[in-house]
Nanobody, 124 residues
Framework: QVQLVESGGGLVQPGGSLKLSCAASGRTVSSYAVGWFRQAPGREREFIATVNWSGESTYYTDSVKGRFTISRDNAKNTVYLQMNSLKPEDTAVYYC?????????????????WGQGIQVTVSS
């Protein structure tokens, strides 16, 4: 079992930045790809970014490319999502998820474990 806990969310003004953390416990997350997803009110949960087990390979959805950066520190069992140039449309509950394997995954069904989610609100 892998337990995931997100932190770092909150309220930020448009154009601002936030850094989300996803701390894993139970098992080392170094054998897992980790992804970030988000769900806005009235919308389905969507994929944002993913990183493979080593951190060498990443993939982003088009709407966040150039603004968000996913990274990981396996020694700390933690994955990060640096979010810059935030827009009101980035407002959502953000989730991290872990999927076993050496590559990255962009599909929710590839992920085995999920965090509880954290609110990010971008508003002036």
């Amino acid at each position: 079992q892998v337990q995931l806990v997100e932190s770092g969310g909150g309220l930020v003004q448009p154009g601002g930045s936030l850094k989300l953390s996803c701390a894993a416990s139970g098992r080392t997350v170094s054998s897992y790809a980790v992804g970030w997803f988000r769900q806005a009110p009235g919308r389905e949960r969507e994929f944002i970014a993913t990183v493979n087990w080593s951190g060498e390979s990443t993939y982003y959805t088009d709407s966040v490319k150039g603004r968000f950066t996913i990274s990981r520190d396996n020694a700390k069992n933690t994955v990060y999502l640096q979010m810059n140039s935030l827009k009101p449309e980035d407002t959502a509950v953000y989730y991290c998820a872990a999927g076993y394997g050496s590559r990255w995954y962009a599909t929710q069904s590839d992920y085995d474990y999920w965090g509880q989610g954290i609110q990010v609100t971008v508003s002036s």
